[in-house]
């Protein structure tokens, strides 16, 4: 099935260290996005991917890192620059252009102790 | 980047029509205006789309307004499943000046909690 797959759901890291989630989308996509959930806010913006290798920071891009080595991959490393990093992580995926939906995947819960 | 203005919260009976309403006054020419809903602990899913018309699919219907400054999701029957988080946003239409991509981006506001009573 076409779709956008984050994994893992679940990651629980130990403070000080980087940790990489992974987002794959099969739908042949061309831009991709992460957010960053905290309980009862709205999505806050990352980075984003308009194409392959290029990407523009988002909103609350201090302590996160990306790459967008290929078209279907867009993986974001939480590094230990980031003070807060405990946060539901979401991955989408669009065509890009303004008139199409973007599809969401299911998230990851990071959680830093 | 155009922002959009949503209540916080709205509630409604089951069975009866629900109308969310968004404000986005800076709104520009080439943008559309995306809604989303959000269950807990899920990612978003689309819910429609407009730019001018009103738009209607399986899910809701949107109304927007001629000026363009603001749009209304209107579920015509609401059910419990509708109790959701739902984020209108604007969809922004620049193109670069060289190449070929252009910036859909996306974000998100806070968004409409709405509960759905039996």
């Known amino acids: 099935d076409g779709g956008i797959t984050q994994s893992p759901k679940y990651l629980f890291r130990k403070e000080g260290q980087n940790v990489t989630l992974s987002c794959e989308q099969n739908?042949?996509?061309?831009?991709m996005y992460w957010y960053r959930q905290d309980p009862g806010q709205g999505l806050r913006l990352i980075y984003y991917?308009?194409?392959?290798?290029?990407?523009q920071k988002g909103d609350i891009a201090e302590g996160y890192s990306v790459s967008r080595e290929k078209k279907e991959s867009f993986p974001l490393t939480v590094t230990s620059a980031q003070k807060n990093p405990t946060a539901f992580y979401l991955c989408?995926?669009?065509?890009?252009?303004?008139?199409?939906?973007?599809?969401f995947g299911q998230g990851t819960r990071l959680t830093v102790v | 980047d155009a922002k959009t203005t949503q209540p916080n919260s709205m509630e409604s009976n089951e069975e009866e029509p629900v109308h969310l309403p968004c404000n986005h006054s800076?709104?520009?020419?080439?943008?559309?205006i995306h809604w989303y809903r959000q269950l807990p602990s899920q990612g978003p899913e689309y819910v429609i789309h407009?730019?001018?018309s009103n738009v209607n699919n399986r899910m809701a219907s949107l109304a927007i307004a001629e000026d363009r400054k603001s749009s209304t999701l209107i579920l015509h029957r609401a059910t419990l499943r509708d109790a959701a988080v739902y984020y209108c946003?604007?969809?922004?239409?620049?193109?670069?000046?060289?190449?070929?991509?252009?910036?859909?981006?996306?974000?998100f506001g806070q968004g409409t909690i709405l509960t759905v009573h039996p």
């Open positions: 407009g730019l001018t």
């Open positions: 989408a995926s669009s065509s890009g252009q303004t008139n199409t939906e973007a599809f």
């Open positions: 946003i604007l969809r922004e239409g620049r193109t670069p000046n060289a190449g070929g991509t252009s910036y859909g981006k996306l974000t």
């Open positions: 800076t709104i520009s020419g080439t943008d559309y």
């Open positions: 739908l042949n996509h061309d831009a």
């Open positions: 991917s308009q194409i392959v290798n290029d990407f």
